[in-house]
């Protein structure tokens, strides 16, 4: 029996230059856009951009843009229309009407990724909590008949609308993932206070800058690891023997710039890793053009669910993306990081092995700081 494959979605992406997002930004954020829709599997044949002060209330781009993407549209035979901001439910139904075919924001986009993605019954849940968290302000352009998931005589009030009832429905949802997520988190709570006083550390960092490939070097682990965006959403935990000292070392989802705010809610508790952790080894794409704010993005976040800073080790990865012409850039990379000094910083190649000594004997260095304090019993097995 013959089988073919069905042809990727052909998409074009949308983006604006604003007041709040100059040009060099907005690309930056497009080049991100790319990717996120290559990652859902669409092939991206245009990019369309406009200068405005503010989003349109109505098409999001004016009317000349909406009208230019419309006929390329209709030319091309695109599938999908993909906004790098999020859209009000206003915009999406004026949008779909224009330019007849699928539109998504970003939001809904990276909701989308992440529920292909979802392999647990922990990071399944946390998805489709979002997923409904993301779909209720938006149930004005739906005609959706939830009703019928739920069934029933008598479930549907006297004079009580197709959305209400929608609405009522998501609502009843949510409470019950939310009840269903709560009990997992307590699940996961116990299995972390089941680990004992074992020192814990947690790589963190941007999506895509090899968290999982650095996992699987140093723990020997078996975690997932593709060159696409959140190809890891399960927190995985191992444990990590370097130089006769054990620790646990965690694996966690990586973050983005414009993270829709339900997702950050429905994962907070995967975070909990994070805020258990004794040392931090933050990764970095030091490949990436915009490293640098990928890094702040990381530091943010941080910030927002961290009470006190951490032990940290900055780890710059991907040292192999750089050729011989681009030595020099590299070299100038690390004289400016090194001489910040305010973490301990060491430059890799997960992929090649390069410098993965340097850094295991810094994860050393940190974990047996706290781990003598710990137990200070057998602080003399170690070798000062």
């Not at 991100?32 to 245009?46: C, D, H, M, P, R």
């Not at 922990?122 to 998805?127: A, D, F, I, R």
Request: glycine share 4%; net charge positive.
């Amino acid at each position: 029996m013959i089988t073919t494959s069905k042809p990727a979605e052909k998409a074009v992406i949308i983006g604006l230059i604003s007041s709040d997002q100059n040009e060099k930004l907005t690309m930056e954020y497009l080049d991100e856009l790319e990717f996120l829709t290559q990652t859902s599997g669409a092939k991206i044949v245009n990019r369309f951009v406009q200068r405005l002060n503010l989003p349109h209330p109505s098409t999001f781009v004016g009317k000349g843009k909406i009208n230019e993407i419309k006929q390329y549209i209709q030319d091309n035979q695109v599938d999908l229309a993909v906004f790098d901001d999020d859209l009000n439910p206003t915009q999406i139904r004026n949008v779909e009407r224009i330019l007849c075919c699928k539109i998504l924001d970003r939001s809904n986009l990276i909701l989308d990724i992440f529920a292909s993605r979802a392999r647990t019954a922990h990071s399944k849940v946390q998805v489709e909590l979002a997923q409904y968290q993301y779909l209720l302000p938006r149930l004005t352009r739906m005609w959706t008949h939830l009703e019928r998931q739920k069934g029933g005589i008598g479930m549907r009030g006297p004079g009580e609308t197709q959305i209400e009832t929608d609405r009522r429905i998501i609502g009843q949802k949510i409470s019950s993932l939310k009840a269903k997520l709560a009990k997992i988190d307590r699940q996961k709570a116990a299995q972390r206070n089941n680990r004992g006083a074992m020192v814990r550390v947690a790589l963190v960092g941007y999506t895509n800058v090899g968290k999982s490939t650095l996992m699987n070097l140093l723990a020997k682990a078996d975690v997932f690891a593709e060159n696409k965006l959140f190809a890891t959403l399960d927190t995985t935990v191992r444990k990590v023997v370097v130089k006769h000292l054990p620790f646990l070392m965690s694996d966690t989802v990586g973050f983005i710039r414009k993270l829709p705010h339900q997702l950050i809610e429905s994962f907070k508790s995967t975070l909990d890793e994070v805020r258990e952790a004794d040392v931090l080894v933050h990764v970095i794409d030091v490949s990436h053009d915009a490293f640098e704010d990928q890094f702040s993005t990381v530091n943010e976040t941080l910030n927002e669910i961290l009470d006190q800073p951490k032990p940290t080790i900055l780890v710059f990865n991907k040292i192999d993306n750089f050729d011989a012409e681009k030595k020099e850039v590299l070299l100038g990379i690390i004289e400016n990081w090194k001489s910040k000094k305010s973490h301990k910083s060491v430059f890799i190649s997960a992929v090649k092995k390069q410098n993965i000594d340097q850094l295991k004997e810094f994860i050393y260095e940190k974990v047996k700081t706290i781990h003598v304090k710990r137990f200070p019993y057998n602080s003399t097995y170690f070798d000062y």
